[in-house]
């Protein structure tokens, strides 16, 4: 198995939650980058679906 070969998981909220508290009780150096990575890429996710939200109801707005 190639370690640079990336695949997809499908996790809830607190599934995630779960696994950044298991990895924040090991030593900083050898998790900082992976949790910094769960965290931007858990971030971006959660934003998406506010800006689509605000962007129909400005068009459902304009369009009456």
């Known amino acids: 198995m190639n370690e640079a ?3 997809s998981l499908k996790l809830t909220l607190g599934e995630v939650n ?3 508290e298991a990895l924040g009780a090991m030593p900083y150096r050898q ?9 931007r890429q858990g971030e971006s996710q959660l934003e998406q679906p506010e800006s689509t939200d605000s962007w129909t109801q400005e ?6």
Do not use: A, F, N
């Open 18 to 20: 779960q696994v950044l």
């Open 31 to 39: 998790v900082y980058q992976l949790i910094g990575k769960i965290q």
């Open 5 to 7: 070969e990336q695949i």
């Open 59 to 64: 068009v459902q707005t304009v369009s009456e």
